[in-house]
């Protein structure tokens, strides 16, 4: 099992910055994987960005590519999503997730079998 808690959320203006933070405990070794996914009210989840543990390569979605950085601190085992020039339209629940599975491009949901309980991000225009 892998216990995932976000934190760093809130609320900022168009074009401020966010950190938001997934500290794991549990079983960490076995997930290879880790990402960060976000659900607006009325959409499906999606994946935001992730990163292959063992060699740190990082994958994004292209509505964020250039504005967010997804990295990793293994000695706290924390998991991080630095958030720039945010937009109204990156409003959402921001989840982390573990993935037991090599992926060498962005984390599906599907393949995610442990989540956080989430951290809410507004962008206000």
């Known amino acids: 099992q892998v216990q995932l808690v976000e934190s760093g959320g809130g609320s900022v203006q168009t074009g401020g910055s966010l950190t938001l933070s997934c500290a794991a405990s549990?079983?960490?070794?076995?997930?290879?994987?880790m990402g960060w996914f976000r659900q607006a009210p009325g959409k499906e989840r999606e994946g935001v960005a992730s990163?292959?543990?063992?060699?740190?390569?990082?994958y994004y979605a292209d509505s964020v590519k250039g504005r967010f950085t997804i990295s990793q601190d293994n000695a706290k085992r924390t998991l991080y999503l630095q958030m720039n020039s945010l937009k109204p339209e990156d409003t959402a629940m921001y989840y982390c997730?573990?993935?037991?599975?090599?992926?060498?491009?962005?984390?599906?949901?599907?393949?995610?079998?442990?989540w956080g309980q989430g951290t809410q991000v507004t962008v206000t225009s």
């Open positions: 990163i292959y543990v063992g060699t740190g390569a990082t």
């Open positions: 997730a573990a993935s037991p599975f090599y992926s060498w491009q962005l984390l599906r949901v599907s393949e995610c079998s442990y």
């Open positions: 549990g079983n960490t070794a076995s997930s290879y994987c």
